[in-house]
């Protein structure tokens, strides 16, 4: 038992004892018809009835995440990426017909003079 103390409207002080496990929202007494523990999600159902409905909604939720990810399994994850890259190579023939090829085949073909790759093979035709 706890006291309390306060006034009332008047300004009166008032004064008394009151129970702190009720404060706290315990009963004084032993329940005696136990809500059903669900196992399903782990809470109280009034009824077995709600714990029924409570298994086939969870049942629901669970079998539509299943197919949704069923389902994005099935699509290709990189469709939009080859189909960018097909669409890239598009451009790039484009680009490569308008320059003549240039860039990609220079019209002396040979190979710079510092070049430490092709320089030996330079030499030999110089022979
Ligand atoms: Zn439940």
Redesign the pocket.
């Known amino acids: 038992m706890r006291a309390w103390g306060g006034k009332d409207k008047d300004g009166n002080p008032l004064n008394g004892t009151r129970d702190a496990n009720l404060d706290k929202g315990w009963l004084l007494t032993k329940p005696t018809d136990l809500k059903l523990r669900?196992k399903?999600?782990d809470?109280w159902?009034d009824t077995q009835e709600?714990?029924e409905g409570?298994?086939k909604s969870?049942k629901a939720f669970v079998s539509l995440h299943e197919r949704k990810a069923k389902e994005e399994l099935k699509e290709d994850p990189v469709a939009d990426l080859r189909k960018e890259v097909n669409e890239l190579k598009s451009v790039m023939m484009e680009l490569m017909e308008k320059i003549g090829g240039k860039v990609f085949q220079p019209e002396n073909n040979e190979a710079p003079e510092n070049s430490k790759e092709t320089g030996g093979v330079k030499k030999k035709v110089e022979r």
């Open positions: 669900c399903y999600c809470k159902h709600e714990v409570c298994n969870r």
